[in-house]
C-alpha cells in the first residue's frame, strides 16, 4: 500500500460526508480528491483518471447512487466503486453488474462509522477486491435451493470471510487454520457454485453469488 | 366493488370491456327502419308518377277501375322494396368490407327489379313495349339501390358517432377513476404511515431509551462496566431491528427500494429481500427482456408501482397465510394491435397451503384487483400447478420509448 489512494465522495447528508471525509483523509495512503453533495456534481468534477475509488450514496437528492456508478465506471472503467447505504439494498447492484465494467463494493452506513471497517474496505476496494458489509454478511445464511446452500458450514465460512473483502490469508488467520486449507476450501466452493476462470475473476464471481443466493434473517 | 372469486374460479378477463350503462348502438335496427321509410316514400312517390303520367286516366277509361290499378302500382313497389331492404340485410351487409357491402345491395336490387318490371308489366294501365320495361328495370333498380343504400349509409354514420361518444365518455371515466384511485391511495399510505409512526415506531423507541436509561443507571450504580457494554450492544441491535423492520417497512410503502432502476430490478430485490427459508425463482420472459434491451425502463413509474405492490402482496400472501416455501415469480409482456400499448402478465406461484386458507387475504389482495381493473386490467388468485396458489394479472401500459442509454436514464431522479 505504497501508492496513494485516490477517494471521491457522493453523499447528500452533510454530516455523514464529513465524517467521512474527516476518517478518509487521516489516513496516510488515502487522499479525498472530491467531496459533493449530488450526481450533478459528480458527473462535473469525477473526471475519467482523477479518482481510485468513487464512494458513492445509494439514495441522493438528484438521483440514484447505482446509475452514477454505473455511468462513471463507463467513463473510467479504472475506476472501484463502493456504494454506501443506510438500508439493506445489497441485492440491488448486482443485477447491475453486467452493465458495469467492474465488480463494486458495498458498505452500509452503519459500519461506516467504523474507522477500521470503512479504511479496510476502501483499501481492498482500490485494490480490485469486492468487500460486502461484514454486518450484513456475518447475518447472511445461504438461501433454500440454492448452490452456496449445497456447501458444507465450513466453506460457507470461507465465503463469509472472502465476501467481506479479506484475502486468503486474512481469511485463514481469522478461522485459525493455514493458507493451505483456505485455497482448497475455495477451490471446492468454486466447483460448486460452478465457477471458472483465473483466480480474481473467479473470487467476484463468488462473491456475486454470495450475493445473489443468500438472504438476511432479521427476526432471530 | 370488485371482489375475488372465493372458490377459485377463474374471473372473465374484463380487459377492453365496454361501459355496460352506455347502450351500444345498433346499426341493423337504424338500417332497416330507414331503408323501409326510403322504399315508401318511393312507393307513394311512384303511385304520384303513375296517376300523373296517365295511369289514372286510362284506368278510369278501361274495365280495370281506378282503386285496383292504384293499389297494384303502390303494392308491386313497395313489395320490391321491402324485398331489397329484406335480401340485404339477411346477407347481414355489415359483416361485409364497406366496398363489397354497396356492390352486395346493388346486385339484390338489380335482381328485385326484374320481378317488379314483370309486374308492372301486368298492370292494366301501363304501356308493354320493349322501351317502357327497360325503363322501369333501371328505374326500379337505381330506386331500390338509393333508398337501401342511403338507409346503410346513414345508420353508419349515426354508429360511429356513437361509438366515438362512447369512447369518449369511456375514456374520461377511466381517467376519473384513475385520479380517484391515486387520491384514495395516497390517504391509504398516509394514514398508514401515521398510525405506524405514531404508534409501533415511537413505541418501539421508547423502550429502547428507557433500556439504555437503565443501563446508565446501573453504571451509576457501579454495575461492571463489561456486562453494561454487552447490554448497550443489545440495545444497538435492538435500533438496527426497528430500522430494518420499522423505518425501512415504512420507507418502502411511500416508495419501494429499486424502483426508479425499472420493473425488473424492483423484483429482483424483492426477491432478494425475502427471509433466506424461502426458494425464490425469477422467470423473466423474452419479450419483456427485449423490450428492457431497448429502453432501460419501458414500463410507466405508475405502473411499475401498481404492479411490483400486487407482486409484493402476492408474495407476502403466499408466505404469511398460505406457508410457502418457494415461490416461482413470472413476468412477461404481450403486444396488443397498437405498437406502443402492451399488456404486462405476472404469474406468482406458490407451494403453500393454497386457497384453503386464503380468506384473510382476500381483502388485501380485492384492493389491488380494483386498482388493476381502474387501469383496464383484471387479477385472478386460483389454484398452482406448484401446488398452492397462483395469482395472476394483467396490466395495460404504454411503453416508453426514449431510453437516455442504461446509464443516463438510470440516473435521472424520476
Known amino acids: ?220 | 366493488m370488485a371482489r375475488l372469486p372465493r372458490d377459485g374460479r377463474r374471473r372473465r378477463p374484463t380487459l377492453y370491456r365496454t361501459v355496460k350503462d352506455l347502450p351500444l348502438h345498433d346499426p341493423t335496427r337504424t338500417g332497416v327502419l330507414l331503408a323501409t321509410i326510403n322504399v315508401v316514400l318511393y312507393s307513394l312517390m311512384s303511385l304520384a308518377t303513375w296517376a300523373g303520367w296517365g295511369g289514372w286516366y286510362i284506368a278510369a277509361n278501361s274495365g280495370a277501375g281506378i282503386l285496383a290499378e292504384a293499389l297494384a302500382v303502390t303494392v308491386i313497389n313497395l313489395t320490391y322494396g321491402l324485398l331489397v331492404v329484406g335480401g340485404t340485410f339477411l346477407l347481414h351487409p355489415r359483416r361485409w368490407p364497406p366496398r363489397v357491402r354497396y356492390v352486395l345491395i346493388a346486385a339484390v336490387s338489380l335482381v328485385a327489379s326484374f320481378p317488379r318490371t314483370l309486374a308492372m308489366r301486368g298492370v292494366h294501365s301501363t304501356p308493354a313495349d320493349t322501351t317502357y320495361m327497360l325503363t322501369e328495370w333501371v328505374a326500379g333498380f337505381t330506386a331500390g339501390f338509393v333508398a337501401v343504400a342511403a338507409g346503410v349509409f346513414t345508420a353508419e354514420l349515426v354508429s360511429r358517432a356513437r361509438a366515438e361518444e362512447a369512447r369518449r365518455l369511456r375514456a374520461a371515466r377511466s381517467a376519473a377513476r384513475a385520479v380517484a384511485e391515486l387520491q384514495s391511495e395516497e390517504m391509504r399510505v398516509r394514514r398508514m404511515v401515521a398510525d405506524r409512526l405514531h404508534g409501533t415506531l415511537q413505541y418501539r423507541m421508547v423502550t429502547v431509551t428507557a433500556g439504555l436509561d437503565g443501563v446508565a443507571a446501573r453504571l451509576d450504580d457501579g454495575a461492571p462496566a463489561a456486562e453494561a457494554a454487552a447490554d448497550v450492544r443489545q440495545w444497538a441491535e435492538r435500533l438496527e431491528e426497528i430500522r430494518e423492520e420499522e423505518i425501512r417497512s415504512l420507507s418502502h410503502a411511500v416508495f419501494p427500494a429499486g424502483i426508479e432502476l425499472g420493473t425488473v430490478r424492483a423484483l429482483e430485490l424483492m426477491l432478494r429481500r425475502l427471509p433466506p427459508q424461502i426458494e425464490a425463482h425469477l422467470d423473466i420472459g423474452p419479450a419483456l427482456q427485449r423490450l428492457v434491451d431497448e429502453v432501460e425502463k419501458p414500463i410507466p413509474p405508475a405502473e411499475r408501482l401498481v404492479a411490483v405492490y400486487a407482486i409484493e402482496e402476492g408474495i407476502t400472501n403466499a408466505l404469511r397465510h398460505g406457508r410457502a416455501s418457494r415461490i416461482w415469480l413470472a413476468a412477461e409482456v404481450v403486444p396488443t394491435d397498437d405498437p406502443l400499448a402492451w399488456v404486462l402478465d405476472v404469474t406468482v406461484d406458490d407451494d403453500g397451503s393454497g386457497l384453503a386458507q386464503a380468506e384473510p387475504e382476500l381483502s388485501g389482495l380485492s384492493r389491488h384487483a380494483e386498482r388493476l381493473e381502474g387501469r383496464g386490467g383484471y387479477l385472478t388468485l386460483g389454484p398452482s400447478p406448484r401446488g398452492g396458489a397462483r395469482l395472476h394479472f394483467q396490466l395495460p401500459f404504454t411503453r416508453t420509448l426514449h431510453g437516455e442509454g442504461a446509464a443516463g436514464a438510470l440516473g435521472s431522479p424520476a
Open chain 1, 1 to 220: 500500500m505504497d501508492q496513494e489512494i485516490r477517494v471521491g465522495i457522493v453523499e447528500d447528508e452533510a454530516l455523514m460526508r464529513g465524517m467521512l471525509e474527516q476518517t478518509l483523509s487521516a489516513e496516510e495512503n488515502l487522499r479525498v480528491v472530491h467531496s459533493v453533495p449530488g450526481a450533478t456534481e459528480a458527473r462535473l468534477v469525477f473526471t475519467p483518471g482523477s479518482v481510485d475509488v468513487a464512494l458513492l450514496d445509494v439514495h441522493l437528492a438528484d438521483g440514484n447512487g447505482v446509475a452514477l456508478g454505473v455511468q462513471l465506471q463507463r467513463q473510467d472503467p479504472n475506476l472501484a466503486v463502493m456504494l454506501l447505504s443506510s438500508e439493506d439494498v445489497m441485492g440491488l447492484y448486482t443485477s447491475v453488474q453486467n452493465e458495469a465494467p467492474k465488480a463494486w463494493s458495498y458498505l452500509s452506513k452503519r459500519s461506516s462509522f467504523a474507522r477500521d471497517v470503512l479504511v479496510r474496505a476502501v483499501a481492498a476496494t482500490a485494490h480490485g477486491q469486492v468487500v460486502l458489509d461484514p454486518y450484513l454478511v456475518q447475518r447472511s445464511e445461504p438461501r433454500a435451493g440454492s448452490a452456496v446452500a449445497d456447501l458444507t458450514p465450513a466453506q460457507f465460512g470461507v465465503l463469509r470471510l472472502v465476501a467481506e473483502g479479506l484475502s486468503n490469508q486474512a481469511v485463514a488467520e481469522r478461522l485459525g487454520i493455514n493458507t493451505r486449507s483456505v485455497e482448497s476450501h475455495l477451490k471446492s466452493i468454486y466447483q460448486r457454485l460452478g465457477i471458472d476462470g483465473d483466480g480474481s475473476n473467479r473470487r467476484v464471481a463468488a462473491v456475486l453469488a454470495f450475493i445473489e443466493q443468500t438472504g438476511r434473517a432479521w427476526r432471530t
